[in-house]
């Protein structure tokens, strides 16, 4: 089975800054990887698909680069509106998700 | 406008059964893949199962946790998924969420989870 290792656990920024966040696959999965945005108490957001796709309506702050087994979501410039926990997730196979990345304005 | 709508949910024994319904509208149902994907309290998301449309056989596939004991089924006449929970156990007990999944398809398969519902609690306990 594919495993996906999603780091780091958690980070605090600062409004403005660079923020990337990692998620490596056991094995290829080609292109097939996904992130989402969860808010507290809200259903998970789409931003990226197939590794750097930007969803629409999603921000152009948000970027995923990647392929094969190691893949990163990058946030340009960080807003307040950020803060939340982010998730990768492959689809090459049955899928499944990262543990998650809880996101923290300093 | 995309809408799922979550019913069903609520309070049952472990070994008891729960069905749950997600009233889909807004885009072509029966050309959708629609999955379920839960969220226990605190933790992160799990795939449960999915069913893809006619276009695919309308097959089903299920996470391990739960195979051979939930049953995902659709009626495309009234644009509606199904998850029937059987044999529950408490850690089964979480947020259960239907989405679409169909950001994009291509080569044989849809990819990417693009609208979810708002969400409906399972809570398994005696």
């Known amino acids: 089975d594919i495993q996906m290792t999603q780091s780091p656990s958690s980070l605090s920024a600062s409004v403005g800054d660079r923020v990337t966040i990692t998620c490596r696959a056991s094995q290829s999965i080609s292109d097939y990887l996904n992130w989402y945005q969860q808010k507290p108490g809200k259903a998970p957001k789409l931003l990226i698909y197939a590794a750097s796709s930007l969803q629409s309506g999603v921000p152009s702050r948000f970027s995923g680069s990647g392929s094969g087994t190691d893949f990163t979501l990058t946030i340009s410039s960080l807003q307040p509106e950020d803060c939340a926990t982010y998730y990768c997730q492959q689809s090459y196979s049955t899928p499944l998700f990262g543990q998650g990345t809880n996101l923290e304005i300093k | 406008e995309v809408q799922l709508v979550e019913s069903g949910g609520g309070l049952v024994k472990p070994g008891g059964s729960l069905r749950l319904s997600c009233a889909a509208s807004?885009?072509?149902?029966?050309?959708?893949?629609m999955s379920w994907v839960r969220q226990a309290p605190g933790k992160g998301l799990e795939w449960v199962g999915r069913?893809?449309?006619?276009?695919?056989?309308?097959?089903?596939d299920y996470g391990a946790p739960v195979k051979g004991r939930f049953t995902i089924s659709r009626d495309d006449s009234k644009n509606t998924v199904y998850l029937q929970m059987n044999s529950l156990k408490t850690e089964d007990m979480a947020v259960y969420y239907c989405t679409t999944e169909g950001a994009y398809c291509g080569g044989g398969s849809c990819h990417g989870f693009d609208f979810w519902g708002q969400g409906i609690l399972v809570t398994v306990s005696s």
């Open positions: 069913a893809k449309s006619r276009t695919y056989g309308g097959a089903t």
């Open positions: 807004g885009f072509s149902f029966s050309y959708g893949w």
